[in-house]
């Protein structure tokens, strides 16, 4: 008889047990869900296959090269070469409405770097098959740098992110700014003889628009999920990549200065910083 009762007080214990933690959990879940709100949405990316279309539209040039040779290309390809360089990003946006997915604004600064040999004007050699002034390849290092500046405004359909469905799609809008700088092997902004560092160092503007997929990392391990959001506010981390494409060849800039002007004269000449390419990196939202 003892024993039928201590058996009937264990099921009733392990019940009532068994029923409170489901409670716990499902108010833990709950105050996860609230904590998770999000408002700020920290992005680092990272492109390997960034190049400009510095050389769209220019001439090709023959030149001498530091091999002797006669070779021919556009400016930018003869200085720098062919390779694509690295784009980084970091970018921070701010969520502006919540509902069936949501929209932020945002601003992004970039850094991207080439390297390669500077030119000068000097008698064409005898034998190159070249007469009168040519454009030869030096020994002294010449490099390029660019700073992107970006306000974005991005929509990104995360509304099934709270039911755990992993695969958020985004498309972004974007004005860019960018600003660029020659300078030698000593780091010394170029310039021209005369003193005029106007093609050294400038200033293009543009418009750009992406479209990507983010990957919800939540899941993975979630107690380093619950971690992440109790002690570091951290609501959601994701890997991303997209397809970046950007039209820089001062086309805001010249649209105001047509409006300025009322179109009498045509705007100054700009670089084409205009660029296509795929980047990836992660982002995390608080």
């Not at 070249?130 to 359909?157: D, E, K, M, W």
């Not at 397809?243 to 649209?255: K, T």
Request: hydrophobic share 40%; with cysteine.
């Amino acid at each position: 008889m003892r024993f039928a009762l201590l058996l009937a007080f264990l099921t009733l214990w392990a019940s009532a047990a068994a029923r409170a933690q489901s409670t716990f959990d499902e108010d833990q879940r709950v105050t996860d869900e609230s904590l998770r709100a999000h408002h700020w949405t920290l992005e680092a990316r990272f492109s390997t296959v960034f190049y400009p279309d510095a050389d769209q539209g220019a001439p090709s040039v023959p030149y001498i090269g530091l091999d002797n040779q006669t070779h021919s290309g556009p400016p930018f390809y003869a200085v720098y070469g062919p390779h694509h360089r690295l784009l980084s990003d970091l970018e921070l946006d701010l969520d502006l409405w919540q509902g069936f997915g949501s929209v932020s604004v945002g601003l992004a600064v970039g850094y991207s770097e080439f390297y390669g040999h500077s030119f000068i004007q000097e008698p064409c050699p005898a034998g190159s098959g070249l007469s009168g002034t040519c454009y030869a390849q030096q020994g002294v290092n010449s490099s390029f740098h660019l700073v992107p500046i970006r306000a974005l405004a991005t929509y990104r359909f995360d509304y099934f992110v709270p039911k755990h469905f992993p695969v958020v799609p985004f498309v972004r809008v974007g004005l860019d700014w960018v600003v660029y700088w020659n300078a030698l092997g000593s780091g010394q902004v170029s310039y021209e003889n005369g003193g005029n560092s106007d093609n050294a160092i400038g200033l293009v503007t543009g418009v750009e628009g992406s479209a990507g997929l983010m990957l919800l990392l939540d899941d993975i391990d979630g107690d380093v999920s619950r971690d992440a959001l109790h002690d570091l506010g951290i609501s959601h981390t994701y890997v991303m990549a997209s397809y970046v494409d950007q039209i820089i060849q001062n086309g805001p800039s010249n649209l105001i200065y047509a409006i300025r002007t009322g179109g009498s004269s045509s705007p100054p000449a700009a670089l084409n910083l205009s660029a296509a390419y795929f980047d990836f990196g992660v982002a995390v939202q608080c």
